[in-house]
Structures are given as structure tokens and as C-alpha cells.
């Protein structure tokens, strides 16, 4: 088996579908199934079965897709390796970052580093902010940004601290929340924990959903209209924001302080002997005064 099979492995089983995975993968379906064939005879095993709607994979499907994810992994280091025997700063950066901050923060960020280190290449994975700690869990990436609460023991930096407020086009009384139209954008899992603990710990009754949108900006700009108040962290408001008369209601507890979020960068202290990523961690280190 080389490189290509164990990619071959990877995409059918996180996708469950040949098809899928031959686009995923760029390759033709009659050419990945061949692919397959040839593994299964080299080892006489069954991969996989066809269930009704998905691949189900055979034990020793499960195990070669482990053996397979475990080389994948091993490659990458060795490449980080070899990359970082070079003198200058170079290589593969690899980085997890949650949406929200790639929205808002991440491109001038990544041209300011690129800036200082034109020969530094990102391979970066976008998404919620559990699901890009998951990834780091898993060795996927060097370096994961993220919002909120997590046990993390190793390497990190504290980038900032943002609350969570109420936000509205005209003055509102908190106490009328229940009855008045919200409108809700989609967030990662412990955003909306977060939230739903708040109006639980304040209100009896649930809120009133008017309109159910795909982000921060959408959301902002409803409320901008005047058809419902939001809740947003602090970071998604721009000074042209504030400048349309917008009232802000920050979130607080029981005994009357703020909900907050805080911003983290997690890595690994093991992997800052690769100039890469010893050179972007210096880097958020400077550009958000961390010690």
C-alpha cells in the first residue's frame, strides 16, 4: 500500500459512498473501485459491504482504515521534518480555526505572517470551534484558534476575551425578550450552550424564533432592518456597525458579570522544534502581547 490507497481508504470511509469519494478524490469511480479490488486481493479481505444506503465497513475494513490514518499521519511529520531541515523558516503550516474567526480576523493575520514568511505554505480547516479541537486531539493540525472552554494541558495563548450581548435596532426592555422576534444564526454547539443556560437561568418561557439564519453577518444585517433583536459577540460589531444607532444589551450572570468567551490558540509544545511553527506561535505571541 502507498500514499494514494491509504487516501482511497480515508475518503470511502468518511464518506460511505463510492461515488462521493471518487469526487472527493478526483479520480473516476471505475478507477477507485479498481483500486480497492487490488487491496482486498493483496491482503484476502473484504472491505466493505454495500448496505441500502451507505458502505458498511468489515472489521478488517475498520482496521486497515486505522492502519491507513496512522501512515497518513506519519507521512505528514516526516514532510514537516524534512521541510524544517531546510535553513529559512519554510514549509507546511497547518491550522484549525473556527469559523467566526476565520470570518473576521484570519486573512489579515495569515498576509501579516506570510509578509515575514513568504515561504511558509497554510493548509488551513475551517469550522466549529469543537470540531477544530477534535482535530487537533487527533494530530490533524499544529495549531487550532478557537472560541471557548477547553482541557487543553499543553502549549496555548490567550488572544482575547469577548462578550456576548443582545443586540437590537431600537431601545428594548430584557424582560420583554420572550415576546419579542429573534433572530437566531447558526453557531457551533458550545455557542449555543452558552445561550440556551442564559434564557434558562432568565426566562420560563422560550424565545420567540422569527427567522433562522446561516451566520453572524446575515443576522446583523436583519437586525440592522429592525426585524428583530440578536444575539452576537462583541467581536461581530464594526465601528459602522455602532455608527447606525445599534443598542447593545452585553449578557451577564447572576451576579451580574458579563458572559464571556474567551479566544485560544492551542499547540503542542512537542512541535515547536519545526521553525514553522515555532515561528507562527512567536508570532500570535507578539501580535497579542501573550507571554
Not at 61 to 78: C, I, S, T
Not at 122 to 144: K, M, P
Not at 147 to 170: A, F, H, P, Q, T
Request: charged content about 25%; some cysteine; glycine content about 4%.
Amino acid at each position: 500500500m502507498d500514499e494514494k490507497d491509504w487516501q482511497i481508504l480515508l475518503a470511502v470511509y468518511e464518506e460511505k459512498s463510492l461515488t462521493a469519494a471518487a469526487q472527493k478524490l478526483y479520480i473516476s469511480q471505475p478507477a477507485l473501485t479498481y483500486r480497492l479490488k487490488q487491496i482486498e486481493e493483496r491482503f484476502d479481505i473484504q472491505i466493505f459491504v454495500k448496505g441500502r444506503r451507505q458502505l458498511k465497513f468489515t472489521a478488517a475494513g475498520e482496521h486497515l482504515v486505522q492502519y491507513a490514518r496512522k501512515m497518513v499521519l506519519e507521512l505528514k511529520k516526516l514532510k514537516d521534518q524534512l521541510q524544517d531541515l531546510q535553513q529559512q523558516v519554510s514549509g507546511e503550516l497547518r491550522l484549525g480555526v473556527s469559523i467566526s474567526f476565520a470570518d473576521y480576523e484570519l486573512p489579515d493575520l495569515l498576509k501579516r505572517f506570510h509578509d515575514c514568511y513568504p515561504n511558509v505554505q497554510f493548509n488551513v480547516h475551517t469550522d466549529w470551534s469543537v470540531r477544530v479541537f477534535e482535530r487537533l486531539l487527533a494530530e490533524e493540525d499544529h495549531i487550532c484558534i478557537i472560541r471557548g472552554n477547553y482541557d487543553w494541558n499543553d502549549g496555548k495563548i490567550l488572544m482575547g476575551v469577548d462578550e456576548v450581548c443582545i443586540v437590537s435596532k431600537e431601545p428594548i426592555s430584557l424582560q420583554d425578550l420572550p415576546s419579542l422576534p429573534r433572530i437566531r444564526h447558526q453557531s457551533g454547539p458550545d455557542t449555543k450552550k452558552i445561550v440556551e443556560q442564559w434564557w434558562q437561568e432568565h426566562f420560563t418561557h422560550p424565545p420567540y424564533i422569527s427567522m433562522e439564519v446561516g451566520n453572524l453577518e446575515t443576522c446583523k444585517k436583519m437586525v440592522l432592518k429592525g426585524l428583530g433583536y440578536g444575539i452576537l459577540p462583541r467581536y461581530a460589531l464594526q465601528e459602522k456597525d455602532l455608527e447606525e444607532g445599534l443598542f447593545i444589551h452585553p449578557l451577564t450572570v447572576a451576579d451580574g458579570k458579563p458572559v464571556l468567551r474567551k479566544l485560544w490558540a492551542f499547540y503542542r509544545e512537542d512541535d515547536l522544534h519545526l521553525s514553522v511553527v515555532r515561528a507562527f506561535v512567536d508570532f500570535l505571541k507578539q501580535h497579542y502581547n501573550a507571554c
